[in-house]
């Protein structure tokens, strides 16, 4: 098949463009770097070196003997946009290509602007070139469980059976998004549906957990295969975090009481369940939804798993609790179905302290270079709006 990846340069981007090329697909990307831009501007770096895009292309032309096809640019670029789906004519589209920051969504104005234009009007020039130039392509687009918040009821992938004043219907299940980026993918997804039902296109949206990882098998051992591994307060995820605090000795940060519940995935997992979305499409004209994760824990479960595996490596690793600088529950249920991506064949990897032995592993040789970005580790974005760096209450 032939895949564009949009965002391949990213933290899934890239790993996938290789798992994809192990397997003998003809893989594209387009890509505009504004996620290494994003992680400069908040005093970030990925923990893990990585390589500029011209070493990248270069490492996939050696391993896989062909020259990859490759735009750089902008999806509020129609111009650009359309004429790289055009000449590249996908069969299939992984949708890589948004902001995925709560924290930077919430900044402010502009920030909240950026993030909306980026994803909405990015994903809406994604469909209506694929509308005009590919019309039998696949549109797989990268959504969030953060799309559906934490409501008081299992959650559903995607649609369920509603009963209201003795009529039923079969209804998208009602989002709760809790930030202004997680808001920007409930417009996605509505508008991804939109263009299934009137222009016949065909879709599959990933409700994703949060991932973790460092590597996956088609990697190898030469650095230019390697992903990113951010762990500011914007762009790193909790346990990338536990995980960079431990190895320099500062204590890992819960938020608030700890008991927020969410979906994780390992890396390799996240690969698997896009490859095997990609390799099976729905027929046109149809939008479905999948949840995809692996098991959900507590953010204060996540961080003993991470003690634990610490401790086995030799390191002596604490935890403690800062303000919750978000609005949201601390403790809530949390029930979400994924039973799609298994009957489709995904086969979780379900260890995740041997990953998380292997993250810290990786890590360990970039321990200075964590250090040096140690400040970025403690938020100070407040969802009510202002900066103010949140203090420890243990």
């Given at each position: ?151 008081k009821m299992p959650i559903p992938e995607g649609f369920a059976e509603f009963e209201y004043r003795g009529y039923r219907d079969h209804l998208p299940f009602p989002r709760q998004a809790g930030s202004w980026y997680h808001w920007s993918k409930v ?34 051992e030469d650095p230019r295969s390697w992903t990113r591994l951010d762990f500011d307060q914007c762009f790193g995820t909790a346990i990338n975090r536990f995980c960079c605090q431990t190895l320099i000795g500062e204590p890992m940060t819960l938020f ?139």
């Open positions: 098949m032939r895949v564009l990846i949009v965002g391949i340069d990213g933290y899934l981007g890239w790993p996938l463009a290789q798992h994809l090329a192990e397997r003998g697909h003809e893989v594209g990307g387009l890509d505009a770097f504004l996620r290494r831009e994003w992680v400069d501007e908040v005093g970030g770096t990925s923990a893990i070196p990585i390589s500029d895009f011209v070493d990248r292309r270069g490492r996939f032309r050696e391993r896989w003997g062909k020259e990859m096809f490759f735009r750089e640019a902008n999806l509020v670029d129609w111009e650009v946009t359309s004429e790289t789906i055009q000449t590249f004519q996908p069969d299939a589209l992984v949708h890589l290509g948004e902001c995925p920051s709560a924290p930077f969504s919430m900044i402010d104005v502009h920030h909240c602007n950026l993030v909306h234009t980026n994803n909405v009007i990015g994903t809406l020039n994604i469909l209506h070139a694929l509308r005009d130039f590919a019309p039998d392509c696949h549109l797989i687009k990268l959504g969030t469980m953060g799309e559906y918040g934490t409501p417009h996605d997804s509505n508008n991804v549906m939109f263009a299934c039902r009137v222009w016949g296109l065909r879709s599959t949206d990933i409700m994703q957990g949060v991932v973790y990882g460092t590597r996956i098998d088609a990697m190898g608030g009481r700890g008991y927020q519940k969410r979906g994780f995935l390992p890396l390799r997992d996240s690969i698997q369940c896009m490859t095997l979305v990609v390799e099976n499409p729905p027929e046109p004209g149809h939008y479905r939804v999948f949840n995809q994760f692996e098991e959900a824990y507590t953010i204060a479960e996540l961080a003993e798993r991470v003690r634990r595996v610490a401790i086995r490596l030799g390191l002596t690793p604490k935890i403690r609790h800062i303000e919750n600088p978000r609005i949201e529950a601390e403790e809530h249920f949390y029930e979400p179905e994924h039973q799609g991506l298994l009957d489709l064949g995904y086969q979780p990897t379900r260890d995740m302290e041997s990953e998380i032995a292997t993250m810290l592993r990786d890590l360990e040789p970039n321990v200075d270079r964590v250090m040096s970005f140690k400040n970025t580790l403690v938020p100070d974005i407040r969802w009510r709006g202002g900066r103010d760096r949140c203090s420890f209450v243990d």
